[in-house]
Nanobody, 118 residues
Framework: VQLVESGGGLVQAGGSLRLSCAAS????????MGWYRQAPGKQRELVAS????????NYADSVKGRFTISRDNAKSTMYLQMNSLKAEDTAVYYC????????????WGQGTQVTVSS
């Protein structure tokens, strides 16, 4: 499975961005998916995750109420709607997908830069 993120960019504080993660290859084997981010000098952290059919979602406390994760399995695409962006949201955002059930492994995208100017 290959993952490609898009939608990053430069935005002013208070603005919005929508990230997309398009999956290709053996997408039928994708189960849970998630968005992670890594700011300079910091560890990669989980931003939000979503279950196989989108019925369950989880968010980091720092983004609750501002970010919304969703997925469209028919399009093999996951989204992250980011509203009320803050300077501290600046990071490289990575798409993650859990592949398989019996011996699962993780696939990662190349990342997309999000920069929020204050």
């Amino acid at each position: 499975v290959q993952l490609v993120e898009s939608g990053g960019g430069l935005v002013q504080a208070g603005g919005s961005l929508r990230l997309s993660c398009a999956a290709s290859g053996s997408t039928f084997s994708v189960t849970a998916m998630g968005w992670y981010r890594q700011a300079p000098g910091k560890q990669r952290e989980l931003v939000a995750s979503i279950s196989s059919f989108g019925s369950n979602t989880n968010y980091a406390d720092s983004v609750k109420g501002r970010f919304t994760i969703s997925r469209d399995n028919a399009k093999s695409t996951m989204y992250l709607q980011m509203n009320s962006l803050k300077a501290e949201d600046t990071a490289v955002y990575y798409c993650n997908a859990r592949i398989g059930v019996i011996t699962p492994y993780d696939a990662w995208g190349q990342g997309t830069q999000v920069t929020v100017s204050s």
